[in-house]
């Protein structure tokens, strides 16, 4: 029986991969196909779904907003979240562990909570339709949780080392950035992860504060209804193309996930 131990994970994996599959299939057919017929297969392959996508710039530029608001999301999360959950881990003070569920709290809340006083500040400010109005909306989501998890990593690290290198004659910021930071990198990698996928598939926030300039792929896929209905084929391919990223991203952090399982952060 033993030898058969890796049948139940096989099929389990099999099974989870089906509606990627499935989409992957349908990204590859024309909307009628979908719609009057069921294959495994393509019956017709065509390329014109991603041929438009990549040649029109209404839907390649939704990528390229994509992954820049979430790229300046994420280096913000790392950069301010990084002293803070350092701070939070070596330091005691007034109120530190209210504070630190407070922060908390601001990641239960759901997004539509904030989604009219965004618009309305970011308006004010010159600032709608901007990658950095995005940007700077998510913080408030992925800090907390930026803070939390490097916590952990960060309360994993001897404060012994923090005080061998003062008495070695390190200045703080040489410390932090030569010594300790490489000690948690597996933490900045797992933190990072998780602030690229709320960001990425965040959808509320980035219509509503988005317009033309800055509208990411996500708004342009609820925007694809014509007078003969949705474009269904194109829908697909561009969900295959949604998958990309994170898949890469989770290619690059797989063993850094692992790692934050084994610290109870994940």
């Known amino acids: ?3 058969y131990k890796w049948l139940v994970p096989t099929l389990y994996i099999l099974f989870l991969m089906i509606p990627i ?4 299939n349908m990204s590859f057919k024309n909307t009628s196909e979908i719609i009057n017929s069921f294959s495994i297969f393509p019956q017709n392959i065509t390329f014109d779904n991603y041929i438009k996508i990549f040649t029109d710039s209404t839907w390649y530029m939704g990528y390229v907003n994509s992954i ?3 790229g300046i999301n994420t280096i913000l999360c790392i950069v301010f979240a990084l002293p803070a959950a350092y701070a939070f881990s070596r330091y005691k003070f007034l109120g530190d562990k209210h504070m630190f569920f407070w922060l908390l709290t601001n990641r239960m809340a759901p997004p539509a909570v904030f989604a009219l006083p965004f618009f309305q500040l970011y308006s004010s400010f010159g600032l709608f339709d901007t990658h950095l109005a ?5 913080c408030l ?9 490097m916590e952990g990593f960060i309360s994993g690290v001897p404060k012994e080392l923090d005080e061998t290198a003062y008495v070695d004659g390190y200045s703080f910021p040489k410390f932090f950035f030569k010594i300790f930071i490489p000690n948690i990198k597996a933490g900045i990698g797992i933190t990072a992860f998780f602030c690229f996928m709320f960001s990425w598939v965040e959808l509320l926030l ?3 504060l988005t317009a ?3 509208k990411p792929i996500a708004a342009t896929m609820t925007r694809t209804a014509s007078t003969s209905g949705y474009e269904l084929g194109l829908l697909a391919a561009a969900g295959v193309l949604t998958i990309i990223p994170g898949a890469i991203v989770i290619y690059f952090v797989r063993n850094y996930i692992a790692k934050g399982f084994a ?4």
């Open 141 to 149: 989501f992925n800090i907390p949780l930026a803070v939390w998890i």
């Open 21 to 24: 599959y499935w989409l992957i």
């Open 263 to 266: 610290l109870g952060r994940v």
């Open 68 to 70: 820049t608001y979430v």
């Open 212 to 214: 033309v300039e800055a």
């Open 206 to 208: 980035a219509k509503t």
């Open 1 to 3: 029986m033993s030898k």
């Open 134 to 138: 995005v940007a700077l909306a998510h």
